[in-house]
């Protein structure tokens, strides 16, 4: 089966993870599947990088780099990291798509005042108060997705509820079977 | 079938590439492979890393989990980096077996005076010189592994009969086929 990638986008707290988690659990019954978390690949991959745009693209870019690697031989891969800049997406998308691969992009979209409320790690409070410089939608960029496949609205639905869109949008593209 | 790590050591020079290509073209005919290039790492993976044992470690780290993480889903990896520290390639090693991945160590060992006579791209002229700090085996240490899957003298046999040589073990371990 033609290898995807299916990445998400959202800042910080809007429930990337979770929802990589909760589509990787259903995805992995039809086909093997990776997720690439963004905090993993901070460790793993990009230890030393920080959090300027030259990092943070060059962070998105390694990423979209293994992400390929693993896609070209078969494996459903999603990507869990801010990746906020549009270019570097962009970038991605087209170097995975040279290769035949699948790159959908879904962008986990809780309305900013949602992620300041339900700020769980009180990272929004920090960033506020300035104290994070670089925090992504508050002292740094975020580039919206301006036509992703999907925006979920995690504020707004359930997590099963986002993860079913995905599933049935991945059936609907082909790329899982449907049962 | 197991994923698997084909992991070629040895200085600059040795012929780690060039072996790298002619396995990897045989065993394709058998399965998914991989090559994770020494060059091509430091490019997109590693790009701003220098040669410091440190930065050399993160380099080798960061190849053996892109390795680890193809090998997971059934690909056959093959790496062709120098890594000259004995001990990070020995917790890639143990890191893949933790997965039930096979890891070969294959030390690709032509004589330091052959590689100063072969020296292609002039690079063991200069740091003979002292022109090039950090030059493996020169003004760098290499530790050479102390029991390597096989030991290839690449000044002593051809590229077909070290490939040879390397197909005959992976037969051994059922790593692939024979036909």
Known sequence: MTGAILWFTGMSGAGKS????????????????EILDGDVVRTQLSKGLGFSREDRDTNVRRIGVVATLLARHG???????????????????????????????VFVNPPLAWLI????????????????????????PYEAPTAPDLDIRTDA??????????VTLLQARNLIVPT
């Open 18 to 33: 979770t929802l990589a988690t909760a589509v990787g659990a259903r995805v992995s019954a039809h086909r093997p599947v």
């Open 75 to 105: 494996v459903f891969v999603i990507t869990a990291a801010i990746s906020p800049y549009a270019n570097i997406r962009d970038e991605v998308r087209t170097m995975a798509e040279a290769e035949g691969i699948a790159f959908l992009e």
């Open 117 to 140: 409320a339900h700020d769980v790690k009180g990272l929004y409070k920090r960033a506020l108060a300035g104290e994070i410089a670089h925090f992504t939608g508050i002292t740094d």
């Open 157 to 166: 639905e359930s997590v099963e509820q986002s993860a079913d869109r995905i």
